[in-house]
């Protein structure tokens, strides 16, 4: 249906018009004006020919068609429009994206300072709370370490184990006697050597057992005057400069001659003093 339509196109028409306003109405005039009435014609539209100066049998064009000429110095730009249009827009567009791209690296490149700043402050931070924690750890390590000797010093009062070989417990201490009869200053320093000293003593309690230990026999204590001035004073002391509390003197001791060590015990459990003897000792630790 379609190409019977463009068949039967007819490219012209005949119009009336009038040739002036003020004439009568009734008198018109016949002219010729091209009608485009297919798609074909419309490309026909911007490639209007130019009149040829040697057709003298060519009809003069119509006052209507005098416009085509601007018509188609349009048609001539339009194309030139057109390929500006589409090399201009690719243009701006790639120079919008990069723009786009260099604001994007430089916000990242921000970005990525800011956070190294903050890893490294939080890095250090680490480092810092680490160290208090080592310190932490160093100082709860050792209290541990010193508690567990205090329970197992304890475990081994209970039960009486702790002593070294050779030893005798009594409450919380142990006790040693030499069996070698020496001087006052040989059983001390043998005392010193096994981390002990010459025996203290500080209550009843431990003078009845120290007379027991040392049954029929006569073991120097850590008691000793002091020789002061070319002198010996009488001021009693224990071997760890503690002053002399209770004593257990025997009849007629203490003296003030030149013997300035304690010995324990006489025949009846007491004490007395001796200088330069030979003795066996009692160590206490």
Known sequence: MSSDIYSKVQLSKKVRYTRNEQENRTDWED????????????????????PQEDDQQTPRQPAVRKSSSRRVKLCKMLPWVIMSVAIITPAIYFTLEIIKLKNNQSHLSDTGDNYTLQLQAKLLEMAANYSQLQNSYEILSKNH???TDQVNRLNNTIT???CPDGWTRFRSSCYFKGEEKTTWYYGKTY????????????SKAEQEFIKQFNKNGESWIGLQGKWIDGQWTYDWKWVDESPLTQSFWGTEWPRNNYQPYG????????WKQAYNTYHNWICEK
């Not at 010995?263 to 007491?270: E, L, R, Y």
């Open 191 to 202: 005392c010193e050597q096994e981390g002990a000293h010459l025996v203290i003593i500080n």
């Open 145 to 147: 370490s010193q508690l």
């Open 263 to 270: 010995i324990c015990c006489n025949s009846v459990g007491k």
């Open 31 to 50: 002219k010729e004006v091209n009608i485009y009435e297919s798609a074909e014609d419309v490309a026909d539209y911007c490639s209007v020919s130019q």
């Open 160 to 162: 009486g184990k702790w």
